[in-house]
């Protein structure tokens, strides 16, 4: 038997540790999931991505009652910069959330088919995606790059 060890390096900053461009990400992340049209779950996400000509596209989370027809955040939002800014890769991408009627803002991380579509925007430009993640205690996770949250991404057709 043959053990494989995976590691993961995400940088856990405080608020006042942030760069500029990272905490205008994070507020129209904030701003834009006031927008969502989440009506079953009553979960409110926000996205924004910073595009490497240096425009920033927002997006939130869209439900259906057709579970699970709905759309991500995130998934949407890389879905309308590569239609609409398909020779332009997004560099960072910043990821918020907050249940309906809550002050505090929910600590999430992007779910499994968002991991993915991360990861096919990132094989399709051949850049890695800064991703912020604001957490419930106002922190905010920088990961570099979605291997770091999806260590055993699936890559190859052919593989």
């Known amino acids: 038997m ?16 942030l ?9 129209r992340a904030k701003e834009v999931s006031k927008r969502a049209y989440a009506p079953y779950s ?12 240096g425009e920033i596209l ?24 590569g239609a609409n800014h398909p020779d332009s890769p997004p560099t960072m991408l910043a990821i918020v959330a907050q249940r309906a009627g809550e002050e505090i803002w929910a600590g999430v991380s992007p779910c499994g088919v968002c991991r993915q579509t991360i990861n096919e925007v990132e094989n399709r430009f051949e850049k890695p995606i800064t991703m912020l993640i604001l957490c ?6 920088r990961i570099k790059g979605i291997a770091n949250l999806l260590p055993l991404k699936f890559d190859d057709l052919n593989s």
């Open 2 to 17: 043959k053990k494989i060890n995976l590691s993961t390096e995400i940088e856990e900053l405080l608020p006042e540790e």
């Open 19 to 27: 760069s500029t461009m990272e905490k205008l990400l994070i507020d």
């Open 42 to 53: 009553g979960f409110h996400v926000g996205a924004a991505v910073l595009l490497e000509n």
């Open 58 to 81: 927002q997006s939130s989370n869209q439900e259906n009652v057709s579970f699970p027809t709905g759309v991500c955040a995130e998934r949407l939002l890389l879905g309308y910069a």
């Open 136 to 141: 419930s205690n106002g922190n905010v996770m």
